[in-house]
C-alpha cells in the first residue's frame, strides 16, 4: 500500500535525481557496520597499503638500479622514436582493452532496481566516471615512468603526456559507449595508432630510417609545450563530452561488460587467468557463430593436426600477438640493458604461448572432456603438449639470435623455463573450493589458491630471478 | 571376460553378447557415501544385467548423481564396492574408461571447433573408419543437422544436451550412465532420447539412468531403484 509521499512520479514527470538515491546507498551499505569496525577496517587498509608501498619501492629500487647498470646487449641510447612507438603502442592498447570491456559497466543489481527506474542515469554513474579517469591517470603515470627512463627522455613532460593521453583514451571510450560514431572512429584511431607504433618498433629493429625518426622527432620546447596543450585540451574536452554522454548510455551497454567484470574479478580472487580468457573465447565464439568444418579424417593423428590447424586458422589473434609481441622485443634491444631484455623475452614468452594451449587447457580443467576421449585423452593431451612446446620453441628461436651473443645460459633457460612455466600453469587443475582454508594476515584463504600461485606464476618468478641475476 | 567384452565404435554398433557366465554388467554392494558426517547414500545394493535399464529415482537430495558418480569412478564411496564386468571398477584404468559412456554433469567440448569437428574427433580418437561421415549421420539422428558447422557456445540449452548424448552413444560402450538426461529436452528429443536407450539395451548394453520423468523411466527401465531416507528397491 502506497503512504503519502511514496507514489511513483507520473508519466512525462522529468527525470528523479539520482543524488538521493546514491547517498541512501552509501549511507545502508555503511550501517551495515558499527563505525569503529569500519575506522578499524579502513585503518587495516591505509596500514596495508603503506606497508605494501614501502615494501614495493624499497624491492623495486634495486631491481631499477641492476636493470638499467650495463648489460651484454648494446647500451642505451635516447631514442624519442622508442618513446613514441611505446606511447602510442600503450594508448592503441588502452582503446582496445577499454572497447573490448566497456569501461563503465553497471551490477546487476543497480541494473534491476535503479537503472529499470526513470532516475538520472548520470548522477548514478558519475563514481565510476571518476574512478576510471583517477585509475587511467595513475596507470599511465606508472607506465609512463619506466618509459621515459628507458628512453633517457625528460620524465615530467612524459608522464604529463602520458596521464593526458589516457585520460582522453578513457573518458572517449565512455563517450563511445553512448554512441556509436565515436565508437567507430575510436576502433579507427585504435588501429592506426597500433599501426604506427609496429612501423616505429619495426624501424627500431631493423634500423632503417631510425636516425631520421629520432631526429624528426627532436622538437623544440615550444613545440612540445603546445602539444602537451593540445593533449590536455583534448582530455578536458573528451572528459567533457563523456560526462554528459552519461546519460545516453543504453542500459544494454551497460550490462555487457558485466560478465567480462565478474569473469575478471573471479579470475582475479581464485588467481586463475583462464577464467578470465575461458570467458572472453565464449563471446569470440558467439560473435562468431558458424564455421566451415574441416574434413579431419579416420587416423587420430591426422584429425589432431587437422582440428589444431582448424582452431589457429580460425583464431589467428595469439599468433598475430606472438609477431607483435616480437617485433616489440626487437624494437627494444636497441633501447633496453641485457638483463631487462631477457625478462623481456620470458615474460613475452609466457604471455605469446599461453593463448596457443587452449586445448591442454580445457583437457586439464574439464573431467567431462577428458572422459568424453576416455582413454584415448592421453593421445590428445600428448598432443597439446607439443603444440605447447612447439609454440615455445617458436618464441624462443625468434628471440634467441638476439640473446646468444651476450648469453648461452640465459638462451637454454628462456627454452627450458618457457617450456616448463606455460606448462605448469596450463595443467593446473581446477580450484577445489572444498578445500580447508589457512589462515592469513588478509583472511582465511583456500589452501588450494597457494597452488595455483605455485604451480606456473611462482616458477616463472623464479626464473626471472635466475634471469636477472645471469644476464648481468 | 574381458576378452569376450567387445567394445564397439560405430554409432550403430553391433551386438554386444555377454559372457557366458552370465554374471551381472554391474554389480554396486553395500555402497554409502558420506560427506563429513552427513550420510548422502547408505547400503545401495544394486545390479545391471547385459541388455537391461535400470532406472534410479527419488526426490532431491536423495542421492541419484552421488550414486551415479560413485558408478563411474568420479567419486570415491565411503564403503561398498562397484563391479564392472566380474571385476572391481577402478577408475584410472583405460579398460574401464572405454567401457563407460557417462554423462553427469553440463559437458564442456572445444570452443573453437565446429560440433561436427568435435564429434568427428571423438569418433577418430575411438578409431572409426570414417569419422566425418558418422558424425554427420549422428548429427542428423539428433536433429542437430543444421547446426553442424555452429561453434558449441552458439547453441541452446537444449542442443547442448543433445550433443553431451550424442557424445555418449558416439563412443565405444557396455555401460550408458546418465544423470537426468531428459533435462532441457523438448518432447521430440525425449522420444528420440528414449528410442535410443531402447535401442542400446537391445545391443546388449547395460543402461544406468537417474531420472524424474515417469515417461522415460516406464518406456525404458527394465527396474527402478527408489531412492528416499530408506532404501528400497
Known amino acids: ?472 | 571376460m574381458r576378452g569376450r567384452t567387445r567394445v564397439v565404435t560405430d554409432s550403430r554398433p553391433p551386438a554386444v553378447h555377454p559372457p557366458p557366465d552370465d554374471g551381472p554388467l554391474l554389480s554396486v554392494s553395500g555402497l554409502s557415501r558420506e560427506f563429513g558426517q552427513v550420510p548422502v547414500i547408505e547400503g545401495i545394493d544394486l545390479q545391471v544385467g547385459w541388455g537391461e535399464a535400470v532406472a534410479v529415482t527419488g526426490p532431491n537430495g536423495s542421492g541419484k548423481t552421488t550414486l551415479l558418480r560413485c558408478v563411474v569412478g568420479t567419486d570415491r564411496p565411503s564403503a561398498g564396492a562397484v563391479e564392472l564386468c566380474g571385476r572391481p571398477l577402478r577408475e584410472h584404468e583405460p579398460d574401464t574408461r572405454r567401457r563407460i559412456a557417462a554423462v553427469l554433469d553440463d559437458v564442456e567440448f572445444f570452443a573453437d571447433l565446429s560440433i561436427a569437428e568435435h564429434l568427428a574427433l571423438l569418433l577418430a580418437a575411438h578409431g572409426a573408419a570414417a569419422p566425418d561421415e558418422q558424425a554427420r549421420a549422428l548429427l542428423a539422428e539428433a536433429s542437430l543437422a543444421d547446426a553442424a558447422d555452429q561453434l558449441p557456445a552458439t547453441l541452446s540449452s537444449g542442443q547442448r544436451r543433445r550433443l553431451a548424448l550424442l557424445t555418449c552413444f558416439a563412443r565405444p560402450r557396455v555401460l550408458v550412465v546418465l544423470d537426468e538426461p531428459e533435462q532441457r529436452l523438448d518432447r521430440a528429443g525425449r522420444a528420440w532420447l528414449a528410442s535410443r536407450l531402447v535401442q542400446e539395451k537391445e545391443l546388449g548394453h547395460g543402461v544406468l539412468i537417474a531420472t524424474h520423468d515417469s515417461e522415460l523411466t516406464k518406456t525404458v527401465a527394465d527396474r527402478v531403484l527408489e531412492l528416499s531416507r530408506k532404501v528400497s528397491c
Open chain 1, 1 to 472: 500500500m502506497l503512504t503519502a509521499g511514496t507514489e511513483p512520479a507520473a508519466i512525462g514527470s522529468p527525470a528523479i535525481p539520482g543524488r538521493p538515491l546514491r547517498r541512501r546507498l552509501r549511507a545502508s551499505s555503511r550501517t551495515q557496520l558499527p563505525a569503529r569496525t569500519w575506522l578499524a577496517r579502513i585503518y587495516e587498509w591505509i596500514f596495508a597499503a603503506a606497508m605494501l608501498a614501502a615494501l614495493g619501492a624499497g624491492a623495486l629500487r634495486p631491481v631499477w638500479r641492476y636493470l638499467s647498470g650495463p648489460g651484454s646487449a648494446a647500451p642505451p641510447s635516447p631514442s624519442r622514436l622508442f618513446l613514441a612507438a611505446t606511447l602510442l603502442l600503450v594508448f592503441s592498447g588502452m582503446i582496445w582493452t577499454l572497447r573490448t570491456v566497456g569501461p563503465i559497466g553497471a551490477s546487476s543489481a543497480i541494473r534491476f532496481w535503479l537503472l529499470s527506474a526513470p532516475v538520472r542515469r548520470r548522477d548514478l554513474l558519475r563514481p565510476r566516471f571518476l574512478v576510471l579517469i583517477f585509475a587511467a591517470a595513475s596507470v599511465a603515470a606508472l607506465i609512463a615512468i619506466p618509459i621515459a627512463h628507458a628512453a633517457s627522455a625528460a620524465a615530467l613532460p612524459t608522464i604529463v603526456a602520458a596521464i593526458a593521453g589516457a585520460i582522453t583514451v578513457a573518458t572517449a571510450s565512455v563517450w563511445g559507449q553512448a554512441s556509436e560514431a565515436v565508437d567507430r572512429a575510436l576502433h579507427g584511431i585504435a588501429q592506426a595508432l597500433g599501426a604506427v607504433s609496429i612501423v616505429g618498433f619495426g624501424s627500431l629493429a631493423t634500423g632503417f630510417g631510425r636516425v631520421a625518426a629520432n631526429s624528426a622527432l627532436r622538437a623544440p620546447p615550444g613545440v612540445v609545450a603546445a602539444l602537451l596543450a593540445a593533449l590536455l585540451i583534448a582530455a578536458v574536452a573528451c572528459a567533457w563530452g563523456a560526462y554528459r554522454a552519461l546519460d545516453r548510455i543504453d542500459v544494454s551497454v551497460l550490462s555487457r561488460s558485466q560478465g567480462l567484470w565478474t569473469a575478471g574479478h573471479a579470475a582475479v580472487s581464485s588467481l586463475d587467468v583462464f577464467m578470465l580468457s575461458e570467458f572472453v573465447t565464449e563471446q569470440r565464439a558467439r560473435a562468431t557463430g558458424r564455421v566451415r568444418s574441416a574434413l579431419l579424417g579416420p587416423r587420430y593423428a591426422g584429425a589432431l593436426i587437422r582440428a589444431e590447424w582448424a582452431r589457429i586458422r580460425r583464431q589467428p589473434g595469439p599468433i598475430i600477438g606472438a609477431a607483435v609481441v616480437g617485433l616489440v622485443w626487437w624494437g627494444c634491444r636497441p633501447v633496453l640493458s641485457g638483463p631487462a631484455l631477457a625478462c623481456l623475452a620470458l615474460v613475452g614468452g609466457y604471455c605469446v604461448v599461453l593463448p596457443m594451449t587452449s586445448t591442454l587447457r580445457q583437457l586439464a580443467a574439464s573431467p567431462g572432456l577428458r572422459s568424453q576421449f576416455a582413454p584415448h585423452d592421453r593421445g590428445l593431451a600428448g598432443a597439446s603438449t607439443a603444440v605447447c612446446v612447439l609454440a615455445a620453441l617458436l618464441w624462443a628461436a625468434s628471440v634467441l639470435p638476439g640473446i646468444m651473443p651476450w648469453s648461452t645460459t640465459v638462451a637454454v633457460i628462456l627454452v627450458l623455463g618457457l617450456i616448463a612455466a606455460v606448462y605448469r600453469t596450463v595443467t593446473r587443475p581446477p580450484l577445489d573450493y572444498s578445500a580447508p582454508p589457512v589462515m592469513t594476515p588478509l583472511g582465511p584463504l583456500p589452501l588450494e589458491l597457494w597452488r595455483q600461485v605455485v604451480r606456473g606464476p611462482l616458477l616463472l618468478m623464479m626464473l626471472l630471478i635466475l634471469v636477472l641475476i645471469i644476464a648481468r
